[in-house]
Every structure is written in C-alpha cells, then in structure tokens.
C-alpha cells in the first residue's frame, strides 16, 4: 500500500469544521483513500473512503484532489466525542485478504 | 453496520500461562481475519492475517509459535498467547474482512487489554 504523511496533532472547537489533511503522493490509480478513527482504548472505526470523488456521509466529507496525491477528511461540526486518532490509509479495494495498514494518524483534540 | 465483537475484553494472566482470544464476526461471514497489537501511544502493528480452513500468514518478526491462531470457522478466529511474558502486554485488536454486497470492508473489534504480571 501507499505511504500516506499526516499532521501529527491538530485542535479544533467544539461546533467548529475538523479538516484533517492526507498527502499520498504516490497513490496507484486503483488504490482508494480510506478514513479510520481510533477513540481511546476502543477498536478503529471506518469513517468513509473514496477514489476520485469526493464522498460525504453521515459522518463526514472526503475532498480528494484532482490528481489524487492529497485528501481532506471534513468533520463539519466536531463535537468533544470526535476526539481520537484519525488514520489515513490508501489499499486496494477490499476482498483480496489485504489488511489494512496504519501509520501514525493524526490526533484531533476537540476542546470546548 | 457489521458487527465484530472480541472476548474477552480484558484479562489478566500470569508470567508463563497461555491466553485465548476469540474474535467473532456477529452477522457476517468473514474468509479473512486480521490480528493487530498496539503498544501505548503507538499505531496498530498487524501481526498475522488469517484465512479460514488455512495457516495463518504472519507477519515479519511475530513468532508463529507463540502466537497461535485458528480460524475454525467463517465467523471465529481465535489468537493464544502462549507462555505469557509482561512484555507481551499490549492491546490486541481483530479485524473481519466481509459485510454485505453495498459495505464490504475490514470491520474491527473493540479490542481486549492483556496485562501479563
């Protein structure tokens, strides 16, 4: 898999848009970008994913550039329970037995 | 969503005895079952990936001997601890790869806590 670079922390208020960014520069074209979140001694948590266009869900919006080398996860209205690590991954799609593969993530802290 | 659930959640053990991991898939059969440790204030380190009605595949540096793990089944896998040290100590975390047709993904449990005195 692609390697992605992340922030290693960023802050944000409460009630306020969490834009969390993830440069992948070497992407390959059948590769998607995919979100991940770890809360605190909890299990990671799918966000949401894409390959070329951007995506939203109930969760969040997913901005990938034009050449797909970067990506912008949108949190729209980050609440304190958004706190936790967010992991940007690029994988082929799922269903080849390929486990996903985590660096470092960036830590949001959510503060009222 | 699909649903993975881990047993237990926590679990104490002495140096030198053997702990079991179960890891379940809830509503969906999974072909691929992935092990995962993480340290505190570090990343998940995949261990091993593990395919039903086959060997597991681990990764480089974990020992196959004492981490044993079975995928008996499409919806349980199960990851031993054999001959426990405290530096085995550690968060483990399974993941399923599976889902319905419109959400197939790599879904997680929640994690068991293995303290090793």
């Known amino acids: 898999d692609a390697k992605t670079t992340q922030p290693t922390s960023m802050d944000c208020a409460e009630g306020r848009a969490a834009n969390l960014p993830c440069n992948h520069s070497?992407?390959?074209?059948?590769?998607?970008v995919y979100w991940y979140r770890q809360i605190h001694s909890q299990g990671p948590q799918y966000i949401i994913h894409?390959?070329?266009n951007n995506e939203t869900n109930e969760m969040a919006s997913l901005i990938i550039t034009e050449d797909r080398k970067s990506s912008t996860l949108i949190l729209p209205h980050a609440t304190l329970r958004d706190t936790a690590v967010y992991y940007c991954?690029?994988?082929?799609?799922?269903?080849?037995?390929?486990?996903?593969?985590f660096g470092k993530g960036t830590t949001l802290s959510v503060s009222s | 969503g699909a649903v993975v659930s881990q047993h237990p959640s926590r679990v104490i053990c002495k140096s030198g005895t053997s702990v079991k991991i179960e890891c379940r898939s809830l509503?969906?059969?999974?072909?691929?079952m992935f092990w995962y440790r993480q340290f505190p204030k570090k990343s998940l380190m995949l261990m091993a990936t593990?395919?039903?009605?086959?060997?597991?595949?681990?990764e480089q540096g974990v020992e196959k001997d004492k981490f044993l793990i079975n995928h008996a089944s499409l919806t349980l896998s199960t990851l031993t601890v054999t001959s426990a040290h405290p530096e085995d100590s550690s968060f483990y975390i399974c993941?399923?790869?599976?889902?319905?047709?419109?959400?197939?993904?790599?879904?997680f449990g929640p994690g068991t806590r293995l303290t090793v005195t």
């Open positions: 993941s399923a790869e599976g889902g319905r047709e419109d959400s197939y993904e790599q879904y």
């Open positions: 991954i690029v994988r082929i799609p799922p269903g080849a037995g390929t486990a996903l593969i």
């Open positions: 509503d969906f059969q999974a072909t691929t």
């Open positions: 894409g390959l070329k």
């Open positions: 593990s395919n039903e009605g086959s060997k597991a595949t681990y």
């Open positions: 070497t992407i390959s074209g059948n590769e998607y």
